[in-house]
Each structure stands twice: as C-alpha cells, then as structure tokens.
C-alpha cells in the first residue's frame, strides 16, 4: 500500500506538477524561446525556427551549410564522420566540383545537421552572387552582413543564414 502511495504522489508531482510549472514558467520568463524560436516572414506567415537551418538554393539566397541529414529535424542528426574519414573527403570533393565551394565551411556538413549559423567568412564569400542575383551593391550587402554578425562562443564571428534571409526579403518590399 505504502508502494502504491508513494507512486501515484511521484507520479502526480514529478508526472504532471513539475512538467506544468516548468512550462509555465518558460511561458512566463522566455516565451518566444519557449514556443521554439519562430521566425515569420513579410506575409505573417511561420517560415522556420532561428535555431534550425534550412536549405536555401535560388542565388538571391545565402546559402546555409549543407546538412547530413538533409534538414530533417524529426530523428534527424549529423553523420558523425571523422576527419580522416574518405566519405567526408568525397562529400567535400563533390561540393568543391559543384560549384558550392565558396569558403571551407561551405565544403563540410553541418555537425549537427541542422545548423543555422554559418562563420562570417563563409557568408562574406556569398555576397558577390547574392548582390548580383538581387541587383544590390555588394558594398551595402557587405556590411548589412556584417551587422547580422553575433560572437561565436569558441569559434569565429557567427551569422543565421535564415533570419539573414529575411532580412533580405523584408528590404526588397520596403
């Protein structure tokens, strides 16, 4: 009986009243992280999360770094392969051949296979065909660019390609 108790209050406390109050204080403190970081584009409408990449192939675009798990979120992960692996030379290989090669981060798949951010350098090395695709001088592009650019945490300078994005579709309407 003792047994019985004490796992329907677990169950209630840690089952159902911990989870509630955690949600409702990440409602409450963080609502827009909490909702999963929603991004909406120039018609209101829900077009991604800032924390998940997407795959981005038309020239007026800035492309996002290629994904090993072809952008699916869901069960998705990164490949896992290793520096000396042939598999991740062949990918990088085929990248270079297929024109993607604009800087090295541009060669090699998202670790995670989602991620939203690209080095400054990488997105830098796209400005010329994006201000040309997009009729804009790269000047302007440059540093509308580099405004975008947040502190990596280890690493270099740090740019979310999606939000980067539309930004630039948001200018071209106003």
Known sequence: MIAIRTLLTLTLLLG???????????????PWQANGSQLINRDNQLVGSALLAQP???AAYFHSRPSASAYVTLGGGGSNLGMS?????EFAQQQAAAGQGHSPA??????????PQLPLDAVLA????VAQARLLDP????????????AGILGPQIVNILELNLVLDKEKDA
Do not use: H, I, N
Request: charged share 20%; glycine share 4%; hydrophobic share 40%.
């Open 16 to 30: 159902v009243a911990y989870p509630l109050t955690v949600t409702l204080l990440a409602q409450l403190a963080f």
């Open 106 to 115: 541009m060669l090699t798949r998202s670790g995670s296979g989602v991620d």
């Open 85 to 89: 692996s042939p598999q991740r030379s």
């Open 126 to 129: 796209q400005v010329a065909r």
């Open 139 to 150: 000047e302007q592009l440059t540093e509308l660019v580099k405004s975008r650019a947040q």
């Open 56 to 58: 981005f192939t038309k």
